[in-house]
C-alpha cells in the first residue's frame, strides 16, 4: 500500500487558485454586512485572498485526533498522465479544521455527548448554509481523485464569514484551540467586527479582515504598512471631512442669508401691496360704515313701529285669551249636554228598538186576523151567492108557476 504524501501547500494551492480565479474574485465574495448608516469605520473577520470557495458537508465531531472538526466537499484537482496530458477532474476533498481539538478533560466519559453538542452547533447554526471558504495549510494526497486538506474554514453566516478557529471561544467547556493570536486594538475610530475574541480587553483575534469601505483584505497584525496606510487615508479623510462640513456649513450660513434677505425683499414687497390693499379696504370700510349707520337708524326706526305693533297684538291675543277661556267653559258645558244627551238617545234608541219589535209583533197578529177575516169573508160571500143564485132560481119558479096558474 503507498504511504500518502504531504505535499506543501505552495505548488498544488497555487494550481487550485488558479482554477478557483475562473467563477471567484476578492471584491465579488460575499455577501457581507455593510451596516449602512453606522457613523465609525470598521473591519469585518474576512477569508485570506489565497482562500477557496467550496460546498461542504458536515461529517462528523472526533475526540480521538488532533483535528476534531471534519468535512467533506469536492474541488478541481489537476492531474497529469496518459494520452489525454494534464486535466482537471474532481476530486473528493476531506476538509478539516486546524487547530481545534476536543478538550482533553472531557474525551474519556462524556465525550459522545461533546460531540454530539458541537455538531449541532456546526450544523445548525455556522455552518447550516454549507457555503465556505477553505484556505488549505497542509495537504494530504491519499490517491489522484482523494485529499485531506487541513485548513483554516470559514462558514458562510448570515451576511458574515465565521471562522472555526475561532468556535472553541464560544465552546469553551468542550473545544480548545490553538494558533489563535490575541493582538490588542485600541484604535476607538475603527470597530472590528469578530463572532468571538480571545480573552482581555481591547483584543481581537490576529487574522483576514476586510475594510469594506475600501474592499482590501489585509491581516492583522502581519499587514502593519497596509494599517498605516489606512489609518493615514482615514485621518486625511476625516481632515478632508471635517473641512468639507466647515465650508459647507459657511455655504449653508451664506445661502441661508441670502435666502433671509430675499425673503426680506418679498416680504417687503407684500407689505406694501398689503397697505394698499389696507387702504383700499379702509376706505370700502368706511363707506360701508356710514350706510350701516343709516340702515341702523332705519332698523330702529321699524324696531319702534314693530315694537308698537307687539304692544297691540299683545293687547289683542289677552283679549283672545279672555275669549278663549269662555268658549272653552262654554265648551265644557255643551260637552257635558252632548254627553247627556247621547245618553239619551241611546236610552230612546233602546225604547225605539222595543216599540220597533213590538209592532212588529203588532203587523204579524194584524196580518194573521186579516188573513183569517180574508178567509171567512170569502167564505161568506161564497154562501151569499149562492144564497142568492136560489133565491132568484126559488123566484124564477114561483113565477113561472104562478104565470101558469094565471093561464
Request: glycine share 4%.
Amino acid at each position: 500500500m503507498t504511504a500518502p504524501k504531504v505535499l506543501a501547500v505552495t505548488p498544488l494551492l497555487l494550481a487550485a487558485i488558479a482554477v478557483a480565479a475562473q467563477w471567484t474574485s476578492l471584491d465579488s465574495t460575499g455577501p457581507y454586512d455593510v451596516r449602512p448608516g453606522t457613523s465609525f469605520q470598521y473591519y469585518l473577520l474576512w477569508f485570506p485572498p489565497h482562500a477557496v470557495p467550496m460546498n461542504l458537508t458536515f461529517l462528523n465531531v472526533t475526540w480521538w485526533k488532533p483535528e476534531a472538526i471534519w468535512f467533506k466537499g469536492t474541488y478541481p484537482v489537476r492531474i497529469c498522465g496518459g494520452v489525454e496530458g494534464c486535466r482537471y477532474v474532481p476530486a473528493t476533498i476531506y476538509v478539516v479544521q486546524d487547530g481545534v481539538y476536543v478538550r482533553k478533560d472531557v474525551r474519556t466519559a462524556s465525550y459522545r455527548i461533546v460531540a454530539g453538542f458541537v455538531e449541532w452547533h456546526i450544523k445548525n447554526r455556522f455552518c447550516a448554509q454549507g457555503t465556505a471558504m477553505v484556505a488549505p495549510n497542509k495537504i494530504i494526497v491519499l490517491n489522484f481523485t482523494t485529499q485531506i486538506w487541513i485548513s483554516d474554514i470559514y462558514c458562510l453566516h448570515g451576511n458574515n464569514w465565521f471562522w472555526l478557529r475561532l468556535l472553541p471561544y464560544i465552546l469553551r467547556d468542550e473545544l480548545a484551540v490553538e494558533g489563535v493570536e490575541a493582538v490588542e486594538f485600541r484604535d476607538t475610530r475603527v470597530h472590528v467586527s469578530v463572532p468571538a475574541k480571545p480573552p482581555g480587553d481591547y483584543v481581537i483575534p490576529g487574522g483576514w479582515y476586510l475594510d469594506p469601505a475600501t474592499k482590501r483584505v489585509f491581516r492583522i497584525p502581519n499587514d502593519t504598512a497596509v494599517m498605516a496606510e489606512l489609518q493615514r487615508l482615514r485621518m486625511r479623510i476625516s481632515e478632508l471631512e471635517a473641512e468639507l462640513a466647515n465650508k459647507t456649513a459657511q455655504l449653508a450660513q451664506l445661502n441661508a442669508t441670502a435666502s433671509q434677505l430675499n425673503m426680506l425683499n418679498s416680504t417687503i414687497v407684500q407689505l406694501n401691496s398689503m397697505i394698499a390693499q389696507l387702504n383700499a379696504a379702509l376706505a370700502e370700510a368706511r363707506g360701508e360704515a356710514a350706510r350701516l349707520s343709516a340702515e341702523n337708524q332705519r332698523l330702529r326706526a321699524q324696531l319702534e313701529a314693530l315694537n308698537y305693533t307687539h304692544a297691540q297684538l299683545e293687547e289683542e291675543l289677552n283679549l283672545c285669551q279672555s275669549r278663549l277661556e269662555m268658549l272653552q267653559a262654554a265648551n265644557a258645558t255643551l260637552t257635558t249636554q252632548l254627553t247627556q244627551l247621547k245618553a239619551e238617545n241611546s236610552r230612546l234608541k233602546a225604547k225605539a228598538a222595543e216599540l220597533n219589535e213590538s209592532l212588529a209583533k203588532l203587523n204579524e197578529a194584524y196580518a194573521s186576523q186579516t188573513a183569517q177575516l180574508r178567509h171567512q169573508l170569502e167564505a161568506w160571500t161564497r154562501a151569499a151567492w149562492i144564497g142568492a143564485a136560489l133565491g132568484v132560481a126559488a123566484g124564477a119558479a114561483a113565477t113561472a108557476l104562478a104565470l101558469r096558474r094565471r093561464k
